[in-house]
Structure formats: C-alpha cells, structure tokens
Nanobody, 128 residues
C-alpha cells in the first residue's frame, strides 16, 4: 500500500522561505510522479508543483520563479518555497501517481504522469 508522509510546514513571514518534504513508500513499480497540491480556506484544491521520474518539473503560474521542486532520492520529493506571500497560505498535500490512471487538466502535470491517486495527510503552511 502506497503511503506518503509529509514533513516541514509551519509559520513564516511574508518574503521568507520554507521547505516541505515528503517520502513515498509502498510502491512496487517505478516511474511514478510526485507533486504538491494546496488548499486555502474556502477555496478549491490547486496543483502547485510536480516532478516526473526523469526529473522534469512543472509549476503553477502562481509559484513559478518562487518555488522549486526536487526529487532525491527517487521516493523523496521536496518543495522549497522562496519569497512566500500571504496567498501561499494553506494546507499542502503531497501526492503521487497511480498506475493506470490519467492526469487531470486542472493541474500542470509533467510528461508521462498519470492521475495523482495517492495522497498524504497534508501539512499547514501559514504566511503572515
């Protein structure tokens, strides 16, 4: 059974930096993609940043140039957030793709990524 465990998060002042990390376990196959979604109070969940098995990354327009996603080792995904803004506040969810599913159009998935069917419990990020 695939499990995702996030760490990091917390409170940060606007303009500061914060990093999140997530470890995926339980996969019996490779080639899966990893990514981060977030959900602000009263808003729908949105895709933030994604990375495929080859290290190709994609980002939501709202975080381009400020956030960096990395994957090292293969089952560990990190999100480094620079110059954070109040609009970055929300619960951040680590997610990974599930074999046999299709990526949805509402998030910018890298090439070769299927649907994100596995989710962590989320970690709170608050920018003040």
């Amino acid at each position: 059974q695939v499990q995702l465990v996030e760490s990091g998060g917390g409170s940060v002042q606007a303009g500061g930096s914060l990093s999140l990390s997530c470890i995926a376990s339980g996969y019996t196959y490779g080639g899966y993609c990893l990514g981060w979604f977030r959900q602000a109070p009263g808003k729908e969940r949105e895709g933030v940043a994604f990375i495929n098995a080859d290290g190709i990354a994609t980002y939501a327009d709202s975080v381009k140039g400020r956030f960096t996603i990395s994957r090292e080792p293969k089952n560990n995904v990190n999100l480094h957030m620079n110059t954070v803004q109040s609009t970055d506040t929300g619960v951040y969810f680590c997610a990974s793709t599930q074999r046999g599913t299709v990526a949805q159009s509402w998030y910018p998935a890298p090439p070769g990524c299927g649907g994100f069917g596995y989710w962590g419990k989320g970690t709170q990020v608050t920018v003040s």
